[in-house]
């Protein structure tokens, strides 16, 4: 059999085990292209299951899976996350940092994009230290206010993102405030200080280089995430399975 041969079969075992299934959509996936009041749009569900598990649409996870496994299977492009990482090493930031760098903005690549510091730090508190937690809770927060002292400006991306005009929300400024006078302010900052601008396509880093300082820094459960019924398990869950019916 040829990969044409092969690449036509699975498209036709797709086809048949989607005919087999009613797939919906969570109300924050479509809340805004649709009223989230409104019904959700009918779907013909004569003789078919509604999806409990895995999403045949997407590459399957291992039954036990790591880290790297979300990474590889569920997270768009990492290269960004990559980057800043080995900024942090070159730059001889202690495992910490480099850690929180090379997670920080993982609910943007494979969850959710708002308020996504505080949705990364909760999926990553279980498993790594508290100060990790808490840098990448507040890089979102603290990348709207400048610190000179760490030669950190209000980026210039954001300007052309959110217009000049933008001022943060209240929530915003209390929480600055807050890690402002924290012991961990220093961490969360250099997080932000290596969290790279603008990332340049054309340098490769692969995630390998992180093993040991994952294997170090990340308290990999070995029922695989989502498994281990921390509290953040469920979140992984839904990222291995986000269609799930309930
Ligand atoms: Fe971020
Ligand atoms: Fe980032």
């Not at 492009?77 to 001889?92: C, E, F, V, W």
Request: aromatic letters at 14%.
């Amino acid at each position: 059999m040829n990969d044409f041969h092969r690449a036509e079969m699975a498209d036709q075992e797709l086809a048949d085990a989607m005919d087999k299934l009613v797939i919906v959509k969570s109300a924050i996936y479509t809340s805004g292209e649709r009223d989230p009041r409104e019904p959700p749009p009918r779907q013909d569900t004569a003789g078919r299951l509604h999806l409990m598990g895995h999403d045949p649409r997407l590459p399957k996870m291992p039954d036990k899976p790591t880290l790297f496994d979300f990474f590889r299977l569920r997270f768009g492009p990492a290269i960004h996350m990559l980057q800043s990482a080995r900024l942090a090493l070159n730059n001889g930031c202690d495992e910490k940092v480099i850690l929180a760098c090379l997670l920080h903005d993982c609910s943007a690549a494979g969850f959710i994009r708002a308020d996504h510091g505080y949705w990364a730090a909760q999926l990553i508190a279980p498993y790594v230290d508290e100060e990790v937690a808490f840098a990448v809770r507040y890089h979102q927060v603290l990348r709207f206010y400048p610190d000179e002292s760490f030669g950190y400006k209000y980026p210039d991306s954001y300007i052309r993102l959110f217009g000049a005009d933008y001022k943060p929300e209240p929530y915003l400024d209390r929480a600055y405030e807050h890690c402002r006078n924290h012991r961990w302010y220093r961490t969360a900052r250099l997080l932000t200080v290596n969290d790279l601008y603008s990332f340049d396509p054309n340098v490769h880093v692969e995630l390998e280089e992180f093993t040991d300082i994952v294997g170090r820094n990340f308290r990999q459960p070995p029922e695989g995430l989502g498994f281990d019924d921390s509290p953040s398990a469920h979140m992984w869950r839904t990222i291995n399975w986000p269609t799930r019916y309930l």
